[in-house]
């Protein structure tokens, strides 16, 4: 496996799973079919449509997150010689 796709899935797989449990803890609480635009009116989408988007979401931003932590778990020395590869 090479470099970046180990680091992909060291990034993308945990936020994944993170991103289910999160799914399960806000839908445990939140209906999707009351949710509201910022306009008060209803959203017009689907139970599934409401899941999904916010399962990508979430998905998002915890991977963004797991990538600011590989980056800060990174030495000087990595760092520098990733920017001279790239």
Do not use: Q
Not at 1 to 10: V, Y
Not at 30 to 38: C, M, N, R
Not at 74 to 84: F, G, H, V, W
């Amino acid at each position: 496996m090479n470099r970046f796709a180990r680091r992909l899935a060291i990034v993308v797989w945990p936020a994944f799973l993170v991103a289910g449990v999160l799914e399960i803890a806000v839908f445990a609480f939140v209906d999707p079919s009351s949710l509201h635009g910022p306009d008060g009116r209803p959203l017009g989408l689907s139970e599934t449509a409401i899941y999904s988007l916010a399962f990508f979401l979430f998905w998002a931003v915890v991977s963004a997150g797991c990538l600011v932590a590989l980056k800060l778990a990174c030495s000087a020395e990595e760092i520098n010689a990733e920017s001279l590869r790239g």
